[in-house]
């Protein structure tokens, strides 16, 4: 278990140090989105839960100098929930985080199609409130994960000043690590150094999961206007527990192409 953690954590160090590659211009796009959450928590309960969830995301990618069909990027989110169950018993506020960087190369490229494919890793957690739980009134997620990452991109050119840009991007994980406590235990007890059975391996054999975002960019002369649709499933299981979460957002946002004036070679 060890080296596999070392493994995955110097993949990680290594895309951080392809990502020091400069050129001319850094891509960023920031974006607000809305929609639906559905979140399944058997160490809160065995009842599915639904509501709402808000979503903050900030994508910054750009090409490397010297690799000009290799680029990296970053993606960062921030979400909250709120969800209530079938019943309307009791609520759970949620609230997550995540980190991520990777690595993609553009196989094909003709102005007007492309298509690229590379790697991700990501960094995720999340915590879950209910208080109408007596016994476990919280709930954490933690997991550290590298997917495949590939996507393709079309361009229709609006008239002479303006270009309509359509997106689609899927990330799927593959292996990691992650926290997952023993029904029954209660956080506080893992303070005394019980650890071994919190923290899991995972792969296809006990975590699936899809995350798709589709962008629709509006690229005028001074600027770019994205509409976005995502649609996100994970799915886990270890300690006997079992968890799930599906969310379908609409967001809007906008992307800004900064350029590297650095006379540093």
């Known amino acids: 278990m060890k080296n596999l953690l070392f493994a995955i954590l110097f993949l990680a160090i290594s895309c951080a140090v392809f990502a020091q590659e400069k050129n001319n211009f850094t891509n960023n796009s920031w974006t607000v989105s809305y929609g639906t959450f559905n979140l399944n928590d058997t160490y ?100 550290f994960t590298v997917l495949s990452d590939f996507g393709a991109r079309y361009r229709i050119k609006l008239g002479q000043k303006a270009n309509l840009v359509l997106r689609d991007e899927f990330k799927i994980p593959l292996i990691g690590a992650m926290f997952v406590p023993e029904m029954g235990t209660l956080y506080y007890e893992y303070t005394f150094g019980n650890w071994n059975t919190a923290f899991h391996f995972t792969s296809f054999h006990n975590r699936f999961g899809i995350k798709n975002n589709f962008y629709l960019d509006f690229e005028f002369n001074k600027f770019i206007l994205r509409l976005t649709c995502l649609q996100n499933y994970q799915q886990w299981n270890a300690n006997y527990l079992f968890f799930k979460t599906f969310q379908y957002n609409f967001g809007i946002g906008f992307v800004i192409n900064l350029q590297n004036v650095t006379t540093l070679k």
């Open 44 to 143: 809160l309960s065995p009842l599915k839960y639904f509501g709402w969830n808000v979503q903050l995301d900030a994508v910054h990618q750009k090409f490397f100098k010297k690799h000009y069909n290799l680029f990296w990027k970053n993606h960062n989110t921030f979400n909250y929930a709120y969800l209530i169950n079938k019943p309307a018993t009791a609520d759970i506020m949620y609230v997550s985080g995540d980190i991520g960087f990777g690595v993609d190369y553009v196989f094909y490229d003709n102005k007007k199609f492309a298509f690229y494919a590379g790697s991700y890793a990501s960094l995720f957690a999340a915590g879950k409130y209910s208080g109408r739980n007596m016994n476990n009134i919280a709930s954490i997620d933690a997991n």
